[in-house]
């Protein structure tokens, strides 16, 4: 059932459940102004669009879902939108993300983005049907610069989508004007897509790999990793490499990134404690 | 006399609705998709003889008419005066030019701005005796319709008086209605419609078109399946098998828009509709724009406007007025 959902987030917490169908995202705040930020989510029936209007600097891990396909799309203007795996992406470029891939997302302040999901096996199908072309579903995330125009249009749908969404949310529930939405924004999207030479995005991907095994380390077993010496023994690079790589990626060097996730864990599990407690 | 005979006839007729123009068309399903911008009037001139039937078709604006043949007549139809361009199937007509149609035929036409065309047709079982002795040869309807170019003589000659009996028709309908003149009228028309038939060079039929017609045909009976609903070119790329890219060939050749224009206007057309028959006290604009997959209202009011030259809610209060 279409639908479109607001949510305003005080914590990183809260912008991970409000992003939780864009994938498994994990937080990490850097700045020190107070968090804040806006999700708006449209729900149409196969695709799904976002908006983010985010305040803080932070750093994010993003593990896209198996069977999805995520544009994510800058739509210009200030402010600036993340940097994906180190990654820049100028207004009006769209990055192509194949299903299950990982991402690093770090903003250095205020930002702003969007991102178009789709189920893999209905945007190969679309493509192929509008375009009459195979798509190669990209390994990793393949940054595209679509014409002007094509990217013209994908950005006023998106950024119209968003606004129904925000001023007349009745309009997204009524099945025929949210099919007729969805199918807009499909049409766009394979045309913007289609019509420009892709660039393989998977510039850094050794540093990509190298950061992602990091993240999954200090998830899986923090405690044990106190400092770089014992990352590098187990990742088996060196510690120039793991910090070049970290720098790149997420902006910030591999002991900063480890401290700021333990911090962060240890802040989550004390809000739990908390709520418990007044649960209780 | 060969054949049943039946009681001499006219009528003219005026519409301010291209669906009742479109319902209004004899020897086929027609559907009628505006393309001009304006408010549409059209008027149809028919004429029934003995066994001719004859119509003469003048409409203000630009528009793309799809039929399907009712088949059991042999059909003709030709463009009536120069003005702006008039297609076939894609391809381009002039008055010289006259479509000689297979039974059942299913075309699409389209015209560039406001026209006026003819059409005349004839029992299957008549054009069948007639042939021989008038024309030395079978005159009954071809397994393909094509575009003839007649001597120009024999052409102008079937315009005058196609012309001239829609004249008739509208200042002294009585008489048509008498038995005696309209027997001579249609003798000296089905005589001039042989000449024509038979005396004319045809056009190439190319491969290439008639690919194309298949495609448009497939995406006929899509919309024909789906007549209130709004349909986008994703999924009718999806449903017709083709890509967008030859799509958008077929419908600039036999449209003469694009399939993203055609969509828009259909969906704008039945918009219109509904806003023209709904009660303004229980309705809104944006209700039924919604039906139709509008969802940004200002651009939606913006287009209406500059199609039908009134704003939507014009369209609505007029009904409750």
């Given at each position: 059932?279409?639908?479109?959902?607001?949510?305003?987030?005080?914590?990183?917490?809260?912008?991970?459940?409000?992003?939780?169908?864009?994938?498994?995202?994990?937080?990490?705040?850097?700045?020190?102004?107070?968090?804040?930020?806006?999700?708006?989510?449209?729900?149409?029936?196969?695709?799904?669009?976002?908006?983010?209007?985010?305040?803080?600097?932070?750093?994010?891990?993003?593990?896209?879902?198996?069977?999805?396909?995520?544009?994510?799309?800058?739509?210009?203007?200030?402010?600036?939108?993340?940097?994906?795996?180190?990654?820049?992406?100028?207004?009006?470029?769209?990055?192509?993300?194949?299903?299950?891939?990982?991402?690093?997302?770090?903003?250095?302040?205020?930002?702003?983005?969007?991102?178009?999901?789709?189920?893999?096996?209905?945007?190969?199908?679309?493509?192929?049907?509008?375009?009459?072309?195979?798509?190669?579903?990209?390994?990793?995330?393949?940054?595209?610069?679509?014409?002007?125009?094509?990217?013209?249009?994908?950005?006023?749908?998106?950024?119209?989508?968003?606004?129904?969404?925000?001023?007349?949310?009745?309009?997204?529930?009524?099945?025929?004007?949210?099919?007729?939405?969805?199918?807009?924004?499909?049409?766009?999207?394979?045309?913007?897509?289609?019509?420009?030479?892709?660039?393989?995005?998977?510039?850094?991907?050794?540093?990509?790999?190298?950061?992602?095994?990091?993240?999954?380390?200090?998830?899986?077993?923090?405690?044990?990793?106190?400092?770089?010496?014992?990352?590098?023994?187990?990742?088996?690079?060196?510690?120039?490499?793991?910090?070049?790589?970290?720098?790149?990626?997420?902006?910030?060097?591999?002991?900063?990134?480890?401290?700021?996730?333990?911090?962060?864990?240890?802040?989550?599990?004390?809000?739990?404690?908390?709520?418990?407690?007044?649960?209780? | 006399?060969?054949?049943?005979?039946?009681?001499?006839?006219?009528?003219?007729?005026?519409?301010?609705?291209?669906?009742?123009?479109?319902?209004?068309?004899?020897?086929?399903?027609?559907?009628?998709?505006?393309?001009?911008?304006?408010?549409?009037?059209?008027?149809?001139?028919?004429?029934?003889?003995?066994?001719?039937?004859?119509?003469?078709?003048?409409?203000?604006?630009?528009?793309?008419?799809?039929?399907?043949?009712?088949?059991?007549?042999?059909?003709?139809?030709?463009?009536?005066?120069?003005?702006?361009?008039?297609?076939?199937?894609?391809?381009?007509?002039?008055?010289?030019?006259?479509?000689?149609?297979?039974?059942?035929?299913?075309?699409?036409?389209?015209?560039?701005?406001?026209?006026?065309?003819?059409?005349?047709?004839?029992?299957?079982?008549?054009?069948?005796?007639?042939?021989?002795?008038?024309?030395?040869?079978?005159?009954?309807?071809?397994?393909?319709?094509?575009?003839?170019?007649?001597?120009?003589?024999?052409?102008?000659?079937?315009?005058?008086?196609?012309?001239?009996?829609?004249?008739?028709?509208?200042?002294?309908?009585?008489?048509?209605a008498h038995p005696a003149s309209a027997r001579g009228l249609e003798q000296a028309l089905i005589e001039a419609m042989v000449t024509c038939l038979t005396?004319?060079?045809?056009?190439?039929?190319?491969?290439?078109?008639?690919?194309?017609?298949?495609?448009?045909?497939?995406?006929?009976?899509?919309?024909?399946?789906?007549?209130?609903?709004?349909?986008?070119?994703?999924?009718?790329?999806?449903?017709?098998?083709?890509?967008?890219?030859?799509?958008?060939?077929?419908?600039?050749?036999?449209?003469?828009?694009?399939?993203?224009?055609?969509?828009?206007?259909?969906?704008?057309?039945?918009?219109?509709?509904?806003?023209?028959?709904?009660?303004?006290?229980?309705?809104?604009?944006?209700?039924?724009?919604?039906?139709?997959?509008?969802?940004?209202?200002?651009?939606?009011?913006?287009?209406?406007?500059?199609?039908?030259?009134?704003?939507?809610?014009?369209?609505?209060?007029?009904?409750?007025?």
């Open positions: 059932m279409p639908a479109s959902t607001i949510a305003v987030c005080t914590g990183a917490s809260d912008l991970e459940a409000a992003l939780q169908n864009l994938g498994d995202l994990n937080v990490i705040v850097t700045g020190r102004e107070e968090f804040r930020a806006r999700v708006t989510e449209v729900e149409l029936q196969n695709l799904r669009v976002w908006a983010v209007h985010e305040r803080v600097s932070r750093v994010g891990f993003l593990q896209i879902p198996a069977d999805i396909v995520l544009a994510l799309i800058a739509p210009g203007g200030p402010p600036s939108p993340p940097i994906w795996s180190g990654i820049t992406l100028d207004k009006g470029d769209v990055l192509l993300c194949g299903p299950g891939r990982c991402l690093h997302m770090r903003t250095a302040g205020p930002s702003h983005w969007g991102a178009i999901s789709l189920p893999a096996g209905d945007f190969a199908a679309y493509f192929a049907m509008l375009t009459g072309q195979v798509l190669t579903m990209p390994i990793l995330a393949q940054r595209r610069g679509p014409s002007a125009a094509n990217c013209r249009r994908l950005m006023q749908l998106h950024t119209a989508a968003i606004r129904a969404a925000g001023m007349r949310p009745h309009t997204i529930v009524d099945p025929e004007a949210a099919h007729g939405m969805e199918q807009q924004l499909i049409h766009a999207l394979v045309k913007c897509l289609s019509a420009c030479p892709s660039e393989d995005a998977a510039g850094p991907h050794e540093c990509q790999d190298v950061v992602t095994r990091l993240a999954q380390l200090l998830r899986s077993q923090p405690e044990r990793y106190a400092n770089q010496t014992a990352f590098c023994a187990e990742l088996g690079v060196s510690l120039g490499h793991l910090r070049r790589c970290c720098k790149q990626i997420l902006g910030i060097g591999p002991a900063s990134y480890a401290h700021l996730y333990l911090a962060d864990r240890a802040r989550r599990v004390a809000r739990k404690r908390t709520a418990h407690r007044i649960a209780l | 006399m060969i054949g049943e005979v039946h009681v001499p006839s006219s009528a003219v007729r005026v519409f301010t609705d291209p669906d009742d123009h479109a319902a209004a068309i004899r020897q086929g399903v027609s559907e009628m998709t505006v393309t001009g911008r304006g408010v549409f009037r059209s008027e149809i001139v028919r004429i029934d003889l003995h066994n001719l039937w004859m119509q003469r078709f003048t409409e203000n604006v630009s528009r793309i008419k799809h039929t399907i043949g009712l088949g059991g007549r042999a059909v003709i139809a030709f463009p009536v005066q120069p003005g702006p361009a008039q297609f076939w199937q894609g391809v381009a007509l002039t008055p010289v030019n006259l479509i000689r149609h297979r039974e059942g035929a299913n075309y699409y036409q389209h015209s560039a701005g406001a026209s006026v065309t003819a059409s005349m047709s004839l029992p299957l079982s008549e054009i069948a005796a007639i042939g021989t002795p008038l024309a030395g040869c079978d005159l009954l309807p071809p397994r393909d319709s094509f575009i003839l170019t007649p001597p120009p003589s024999a052409m102008a000659r079937l315009q005058r008086l196609h012309a001239a009996a829609g004249h008739i028709a509208k200042t002294h309908p009585d008489v048509i005396n004319a060079d045809a056009s190439e039929d190319r491969s290439a078109r008639r690919r194309h017609a298949v495609i448009m045909r497939r995406f006929h009976r899509l919309i024909a399946e789906y007549p209130d609903q709004a349909l986008y070119i994703p999924e009718i790329c999806k449903a017709i098998g083709v890509a967008e890219r030859t799509l958008r060939l077929c419908c600039q050749e036999q449209l003469g828009v694009s399939p993203k224009q055609f969509l828009l206007m259909r969906r704008m057309q039945l918009a219109r509709r509904d806003l023209g028959k709904a009660d303004p006290s229980n309705a809104t604009v944006t209700e039924i724009a919604t039906c139709y997959g509008f969802w940004q209202f200002g651009q939606f009011a913006g287009v209406y406007k500059a199609i039908f030259g009134e704003l939507p809610s014009v369209t609505l209060a007029r009904r409750g007025e």
